[in-house]
């Protein structure tokens, strides 16, 4: 909804408000309302437009005293803590917004975030966009480069995120209590576990890191998104002037040639992620050259688009067990050998989702292994 101006500026005159004051108002609201963001003059303000209590958001954003159940820990209002194994060892700290601030981030990231425009390249974390279409610009090619970017989310500090609500626009002390709501700290043993040649690199200390964009909170993407943007339409540009093919997709930097194409050298790549504070994962940079397998976000680019083989047969094959020799069998057999959910239902679910997913990418392997998962008896 646009910003009434009209009716601002009538009651701003009724209430004797200076001239300036209502032109400098005018003049703020008219920048945000022309760039399709929502006019929040303050916190109270932002309040208001969610319909939460102001001492609540306050309290969010550390100012405890003002919120009535400040006996209460300040952290219990803001996330749940958990960890997830990593396959090349160590673990992810998981942030689970509480139910109320889960509310309040969604707000902020239907209402203000997802307004922002990102460039074509950025794939990950928006809507009516996959992997595939992160994948489709590379297919064919002579030659894939695959550059991954170390720590996304912990490297994006609660600093710079105020800078990116201070870009849409927002004042300074708004934008300060937006990326204090937006962002978290990690718990100290989290930072005390990361490799010391880690923690150099990106330039912390485990005893005083700064508050992150947390995974688990349903802003982090999209705000990592909008803080890679200017990194993302460099890229873009450059992709201009030597011909190569570009796309992101979260983490993952994907570049490509086709024919005379030429790629970016690997120091003029680093140099841009840098000056955009992000930091080279030097482990995960990969050239893959035609004749050799070429996979971009998981999918096999070679010759079109398409999942692997290998994981098609294995779904394939709990297909053929399933009618073979019955669900209870099947699951059996592969109990304590797989990762998939144990019992019928969830084991249903599972399957399907894993079928629609193929199909997604590649209809007719999907739609033959659905005829099969069709056949399947579930009460046997």
């Known amino acids: ?61 550390g100012e405890r005293k003002k919120y009535k159940y400040q006996d209460e820990p300040y952290k219990s209002f803001r996330y749940n803590y958990f960890k997830l194994k990593k396959r090349n060892g160590g673990y992810r700290e998981i942030m689970s917004p509480s ?18 425009h990102l460039t074509d390249s950025c794939t990950g974390f928006r809507k009516g966009i996959s992997i595939k ?29 105020f800078t990116a609500f201070a870009d849409i626009g927002y004042r300074k002390n708004l934008a300060v209590s937006l990326a204090k709501i937006t962002t978290a700290q990690h718990k100290k043993q989290y930072w005390k ?36 943007n200017t990194m993302d339409y460099r890229f873009e540009k450059l992709s201009e002037k030597l011909g190569f093919k570009y796309s992101r997709y979260a ?58 083989k290998k994981y098609r047969k294995k779904i394939g094959s709990h297909i053929y067990y399933c009618r073979q020799f019955g669900v209870k069998d099947h699951l ?8 998939n959910p144990q019992g019928v239902l969830p084991f249903h679910d599972w399957l399907y989702g894993h079928i629609c997913f193929i199909s997604s990418v590649n209809r007719h392997a999907g739609d033959k292994l659905l005829e099969g998962f069709s056949k399947i008896d579930w009460f046997i």
Not at 6 to 27: L, W
Not at 200 to 225: C, D, F, H
Not at 332 to 339: E, H, L, S, Y
Request: overall charge positive.
């Open 99 to 116: 139910k109320d601030l889960k509310f309040i981030q969604k707000w902020i990231l239907i209402n203000i975030l997802e307004k922002h």
């Open 251 to 308: 983490d993952d930097l994907t570049f490509s040639i086709r024919g005379d194409q030429r790629l970016p050298s690997l120091r003029i790549i680093k140099q841009i992620i840098e000056e955009e504070k992000f930091v080279v994962n030097e482990k995960k940079i990969q050239y893959l050259r035609r004749g050799s397998k070429q996979y971009v976000t998981g999918l096999t680019t070679t010759n079109g688009i398409n999942v692997s």
């Open 332 to 339: 059996k057999r592969i109990a304590g050998k797989d990762q």
């Open 133 to 161: 279409d992160n994948a489709k610009p590379h297919e064919n090619s002579e030659v894939v480069l695959k550059v991954d970017l170390l720590r996304f989310f912990d490297t994006i500090t609660e600093k710079r995120v």
């Open 1 to 61: 909804m646009s910003f009434p101006f009209n009716q601002f500026i009538k009651q701003a005159r009724e209430d004797n408000k200076s001239q300036e004051f209502i032109e400098a108002t005018v003049f703020y609201a008219q920048k945000l309302d022309n760039l399709g963001f929502p006019v929040i003059f303050s916190i109270e303000h932002l309040a208001m437009l969610m319909g939460v209590q102001s001492d609540f958001l306050r309290h969010l954003i």
């Open 193 to 228: 576990s990361m490799p010391r040649a880690e923690l150099k690199v990106i330039g912390y200390e485990a005893e005083n890191a700064p508050s992150v964009l947390p995974q688990g909170a349903p802003t982090s993407p999209a705000l990592a998104n909008i803080l890679a």
